[in-house]
């Protein structure tokens, strides 16, 4: 799937399959992650999603095929859920000291992260929003060479999901790292992302948000609609389209049908 040479990949995956309880959860799924690549896994639920950011960070080994990553890869990851006992204390900031010992990294990643105010707090009080934030805060303290985030955005509302994204994006510029993310925001993550990996079980559909968007396999797992939401949010230009895609120049658009089915403007 990638002509990345093995100099350039922090991971890959090659021809990686999983079994658990007698039942194939992946078959044939073969990626690489480049630094500063955003990668989504996209799917339904029981795609597989989970189970294979579970192996790529080392959770869990392949019962078939390769996975290689770089020497020493300094790994950050987001769990999708984080269990703790409500009924014992634990402040944010001790909760990140768990991570580093350095304050100066700790204090610049959370004021970056608009944590500073919540690290007197007791964690199991934080609202959802305010969780995610710490938790990717937290990811960040080690400056991963890979940052894997496993539904980042799950309890946020519409507004904090796009101020994390955001900031995953910048982060990405800040550390130069490469980004494996899950996610079901498919209208919103879809504009920060360099490719996606469109998973169910296998490999479906995988590329530049556009082009799966338009894959028959995501339409026929995720529908139109998905794939015109995503063409509103990642499709910005300037330009139009004929019936066959291609490019119209300006002075040709007053003699030309445009069809709009192509095409979402913004």
């Known amino acids: ?25 992946l078959q044939d799924v073969s990626f690489a992650i480049a630094p500063r690549e955003i990668v989504t896994l996209i799917g339904p639920n029981g795609a597989g999603k989970t189970s294979l950011v579970n192996l790529v960070i080392g959770l869990a080994d392949p019962t078939g095929g390769r996975i290689t990553r770089r020497d020493k890869l300094r790994l950050g990851y987001m769990p999708q859920h984080l ?31 608009g944590i500073t105010s919540l690290l007197g707090q007791q964690l199991q009080n934080l609202s959802g929003g305010e969780l995610q934030r710490v938790l990717l805060t937290r990811a960040v303290l080690r400056k991963p060479e890979l940052l894997v985030l496993d539904e980042p955005t799950q309890g946020v509302d519409v507004l904090g999901q796009a ?3 955001r900031h995953i994006s910048e982060l990405r510029d800040e550390l130069g790292c490469g980004v494996l993310m899950v996610s ?27 082009s ?9 797992l995720f529908g139109k609609q998905a794939a015109e939401d995503i063409a509103i949010y990642t ?3 300037d330009h139009e389209h004929d019936l ?23």
Not at 4 to 20: F, G, K, P, Y
Not at 84 to 109: G, I, M, N, Q
Not at 190 to 203: P, Y
Not at 245 to 253: I, K, N, P, R
Request: proline share 2%; with cysteine; aromatic share 4%.
């Open 1 to 25: 799937m990638s002509t990345l040479s093995s100099a350039q990949t922090l991971v890959s995956c090659e021809h990686v399959a999983w079994r658990r309880d007698g039942l194939d959860v």
């Open 184 to 210: 079901h925001d498919l209208h919103l993550v879809m504009a920060k992302t360099d490719t996606v990996i469109c998973l169910n079980r296998h490999i479906c559909c995988h590329g530049a948000p556009e």
């Open 212 to 220: 799966v968007a338009r894959h028959p396999e995501y339409l026929q």
């Open 83 to 113: 269990r703790f006992d409500s009924s014992l204390p634990l402040s944010v900031e001790r909760f990140l000291r768990l991570a580093t010992s350095e304050r100066k990294t700790l204090a610049h990643y959370s004021e970056r992260l």
């Open 244 to 266: 066959h895609g291609d490019v119209v120049q300006e002075s040709l658009l007053l003699h030309h049908n445009h069809d709009h089915s192509r095409c979402n403007h913004s």
């Open 235 to 237: 499709h910005h230009h």
């Open 163 to 165: 101020e994390l994204y």
